[in-house]
């Protein structure tokens, strides 16, 4: 995964750009794999989201693709000091959690950063993607967060990744929240 997702930002960004995104890559697909087996979905999330950023985005800062490997909504994420550019780590700084912003997270999303928010709602998509795989989640909040706070938020910046995030909420809620 490290490598299909560095060869997608290399194929979008400058060299040097492009190597700053595989250097946080490698850093905290490395940090993972001490904490989640390599089978769990978990340990791939740093790429996924730059994958799905370069993709369903467009995204071409290196800075908030390098940022964006950091970021995990449910488990932590620090980067180790000095693996990222200063621009981001202030851009790692300002993206919306759900943990601390609780029910201003929708507010946080469409006032931060365009490119804080863009990766807060990519990587919840991932992180949506696989909920199924955690049943230690509580996925009735996690639905309830997308359908009202990711999905309007998207809306403003990415219509692709809220056409994403409904048709997950709409499969999700299908299969396992609605009773048979």
């Known amino acids: ?10 194929a979008v960004l400058t060299a040097a750009d492009a190597a700053r995104v595989r250097a946080a890559l490698e850093v905290a697909l490395r940090a993972r794999t001490t904490v989640f087996d390599v089978e769990d979905a978990r340990s791939l999330a740093p ?3 730059v994958r799905i950023l370069i993709a369903d985005v467009a995204m071409r800062s290196a800075d908030a693709l390098s940022a964006s490997a ?3 909504s449910v488990d ?17 700084e300002v993206v919306p959690m759900p943990a601390t912003a609780g029910d201003r ?11 804080a928010a863009l ?12 909920l199924h ?10 639905h309830s967060g997308i359908r009202n706070a990711y999905i309007p938020a998207a809306y403003r910046l990415s219509p692709q990744l ?7 909420a709409d499969a999700f809620a299908r299969r396992l929240l609605l009773p048979d």
């Open 1 to 10: 995964m490290l490598d299909r997702a560095a060869a997608e930002a290399a």
């Open 47 to 49: 790429a996924r989201t």
């Open 70 to 72: 950091f970021v995990d």
């Open 76 to 92: 932590e994420a620090a980067p180790p000091s000095g693996i990222l550019s200063d621009g981001a780590e202030l851009l790692l």
């Open 105 to 115: 997270l929708l507010e946080q999303l469409v006032s931060v950063h365009p490119d």
């Open 119 to 130: 990766i807060a709602i990519a990587e919840r998509l991932d992180q949506a993607r696989h």
């Open 133 to 142: 795989l955690r049943h230690e989640l509580p996925w009735v909040a996690f």
């Open 162 to 168: 809220a056409r994403r995030l409904d048709r997950w």
